[in-house]
């Protein structure tokens, strides 16, 4: 069984920072890939960024790119994500993911692996 618990979250001004960390635990945990999604009120969950576990490939959704740096720490079994020049529309819980299986996806349903979301609220 795979635990993932996020922390880091927060309120911050347009224009700040954050730094959100997701730590993995159990025996089985080894990923393809280890993702960042976000869902605001009433809109679906939506792809951030997301790092090859093995290689450090980075991928990240056109709204954040350039301002946002996913990075991992595999001997630590954890994720970040770094959030700079933050928005208010970046206003969302944020959740972190594993997927288990070959191949990148920015599609919520192929990781399997889900924390319990931090929420980040950015104040205009």
């Known amino acids: 069984q795979v635990q993932l618990v996020e922390s880091g979250g927060g309120l911050v001004q347009a224009g700040g920072s954050l730094r959100l960390s997701c730590a993995a635990s159990g025996r089985t945990f080894n990923p393809y890939y280890m993702g960042w999604f976000r869902q605001a009120p009433g809109k679906e969950r939506e792809f951030v960024a997301a790092?090859?576990?093995?290689?450090?490939?980075?991928f990240y959704a056109d709204s954040v790119k350039g301002r946002f740096t996913i990075s991992r720490d595999n001997a630590k079994n954890t994720v970040s994500l770094q959030m700079s020049s933050l928005k208010p529309e970046d206003t969302a819980v944020y959740f972190c993911?594993?997927?288990?299986?070959?191949?990148?996806?920015?599609?919520?349903?192929?990781?399997?692996?889900w924390g319990q979301g931090t929420q980040v609220t950015v104040s205009s």
């Open positions: 993911a594993a997927k288990a299986l070959y191949g990148f996806s920015r599609v919520a349903d192929a990781y399997g692996n």
């Open positions: 790092i090859s576990w093995s290689s450090g490939n980075t």
